[in-house]
């Protein structure tokens, strides 16, 4: 059973920065890349950013300039650093993570999200 769980959510000023982690553990063969999302309150679940195992990465034309997706693949761990943060930014940050269990077994997995609130 491969687990997802997030850190580093918060409450942070306007034009402040905050990093997530978000960490895949269990029977892992292997991992082909980890994904960003976000989810406002009455709104639909949005790209952010991914990035794959060999370091190719994504970012929502939106963030580009104020986000960067990173990973350690020997930790099994991605990271989404956020800087120069908006009220808009607000909202419930999920990571999935896509890969195989087996040679011929694929998962893709949701974390639970943690909750990144932008305000004076």
């Known amino acids: 059973q491969v687990r997802l769980v997030e850190s580093g959510g918060g409450l942070v000023q306007p034009g402040g920065s905050l990093r997530l982690s978000c960490t895949a553990s269990g029977s892992i063969f292997s991992i082909e890349g980890f994904g960003w999302y976000r989810q406002a309150p009455g709104n639909q679940r949005e790209f952010v950013a991914f990035i794959t195992g060999r370091g190719n990465t994504k970012i929502a034309d939106s963030l580009k300039g104020r986000f960067t997706v990173s990973s350690d693949n020997a930790k099994n761990t991605t990271y989404l650093q956020m800087d120069n943060l908006k009220p808009e930014d607000t909202a419930v940050y999920y990571c999935?993570?896509?890969?195989?269990?087996?040679?011929?077994?694929?998962?893709?997995?949701w974390g639970q999200g943690t909750q990144v609130t932008v305000s004076s």
């Open positions: 999935n993570a896509e890969g195989k269990v087996a040679i011929d077994e694929r998962f893709h997995r």
